[in-house]
């Protein structure tokens, strides 16, 4: 287990869960229709540059997200055993910076895992 990040065994069983999910029977609409056609509009209702020439999935977007929550983690983990072991490179201030990010990107990403959460029992529950 690893204590510094997040393990990336639990990331890979968190996308085996997205996509068990997105097997389900879907209804008519694609997810940017759901949300009322608002993905990759601009200004002015033009397809963004970005989106046209590129298109990012929503599992790889998750999944470089936690990847950079566990990176942020062990940065500041790394930081914080050189500063114990008296490393002149790292100063206590740069330390506990990293420490302070790397615990808002977590529980961020907490609060973003608990709003997909309970997005998906509300959709699961509605009546058709």
């Known amino acids: 287990m690893n204590i510094g990040g997040i393990d990336s065994s639990r990331i890979e ?20 229709e759901a ?5 990759g509009i601009g200004k002015l209702g033009a397809p963004d540059a970005a989106e046209s020439s590129t298109k ?49 990107s977590f529980q961020a990403t907490v609060q973003v895992r608990n709003k997909l959460v309970s997005a998906y029992h509300d959709i699961m529950n509605m009546q058709v």
Request: hydrophobic share 45%; no cysteine.
């Open 13 to 32: 069983a968190m996308m085996a869960q997205l996509k068990a999910a997105s097997q389900k029977p879907a209804g008519p609409a694609s997810p940017a």
């Open 35 to 39: 949300l009322g056609g608002l993905g």
């Open 56 to 104: 990012v999935s929503f599992s790889d977007a998750l999944k470089a997200s936690l990847q950079n929550v566990s990176n942020a983690q062990v940065q500041a983990d790394d930081m914080g055993k050189k500063f114990a072991a008296g490393d002149d490179s790292v100063s206590l201030s740069d330390t506990m910076i990293a420490m302070q990010k790397a615990s808002i």
